[in-house]
């Protein structure tokens, strides 16, 4: 059985609630729980009662270019599915909260801090047995203004990681094994496609995001387990600037959450043009 979530040891365990919490706060008006999946059929074919849908392709990222919503975008969706500035947000989803936790960092660029993930996601509330519905809810539009969004504390952009890389900076490549020596050039079980080379940022460690979670319902390990793996294994350290980053940069969304909130890295980025980017670029350095 998983550890009640404050026993677990996180620097900044608020931003990570139970399925027991969100239970417990259904009928909370001051809370809006949100799912956001790589499957788009999951939400229609059940979800945590009064939940809303955040389509991570159709809300989260700009039509026309690649890059994410403008700040009236935001201020569109934040008033579609009714929500303030005051209101504590929810996130969960499909792939042990992948999406989640991507949109969940989006939400930040514009400074939504009140936001939280659910500790396992769809994985562990269906496990558990607890209900689903296919009810989609309606609530009051509001009047949601929001602040220019502010990539730099969170997200870092290539010219960025190429001066990174210069000095030698702690980065951490989240994909699987064969992604990161070359061998594969999107995950497992996917297509092969993305980028016209293999191989990874040079002096980036491979830090796949699962060893993150349980596999078995998809909550994440204790911080003396995340610890282990990411300060003693890997020798990075808290204290210095990080950049994560995997093929579009929602797996390394997931792992940007666990060293900024659960092990508490004072600078950490997510490089969301990650490999289809830089394995694309002209002339930019790759190792294998």
């Known amino acids: 059985m998983t550890a009640p979530i404050e026993s677990r040891g996180y620097v900044h ?11 417990d706060h259904l009928q909370d008006p001051s809370v809006r729980i949100i799912e956001s999946n790589e499957d788009m059929l999951l939400y229609p074919s059940g979800h ?16 026309i270019r690649r890059d994410y919503l403008s700040r009236q975008a935001f201020e569109a969706l934040a008033s579609r599915i009714g929500i303030t500035p005051d209101t504590t947000l929810v996130f969960y989803g499909d792939k042990n909260n992948w999406w989640a ?51 730099g504390p969170h997200r870092a952009f290539r010219n960025e990681v190429l001066a990174h890389v210069r000095t030698k900076g ?16 999107h995950m497992p079980d996917y297509p092969n496609e993305g980028a016209l080379r293999g191989g990874h940022i040079p002096g980036a460690k491979s830090v796949p995001w699962a ?28 204290s210095e600037a990080t950049i994560a980053y995997c093929r579009i940069g929602e797996r390394s969304s997931h792992t940007w959450f666990v060293l900024k909130y659960l092990l508490g ?10 490999w289809t980017e830089w394995g694309n670029l002209v002339g930019a350095p790759i190792e294998k």
């Open 101 to 151: 936790c991507y949109a969940f960092w989006v939400f930040q660029l514009f400074g939504h801090s009140r936001a939280r993930v659910m500790d396992g996601g769809r994985l562990k509330w269906v496990k558990e047995g607890r209900p689903l519905t296919r009810d989609v809810p309606s609530y009051p539009a509001t009047s949601y203004q929001a602040r220019e969004r502010q990539d």
């Open 211 to 238: 060893r993150a979670i349980n596999a078995a319902d998809g909550s994440f390990k204790t911080a003396e387990e995340l610890r282990e793996i990411y300060l003693h294994e890997h020798a990075l350290k808290p």
């Open 48 to 63: 945590i009662p009064g939940a809303v849908q955040v389509d991570w392709t159709l809300d989260l990222n700009d039509q």
């Open 170 to 185: 702690q980065l951490v490549d989240v994909r699987s094994p064969e992604e990161y020596s070359g061998a594969r050039l």
């Open 13 to 23: 365990g608020d931003v990570l609630v139970s399925t027991d919490w969100v239970k």
């Open 265 to 274: 890295f004072k600078d950490v980025r997510n490089y969301d043009g990650s």
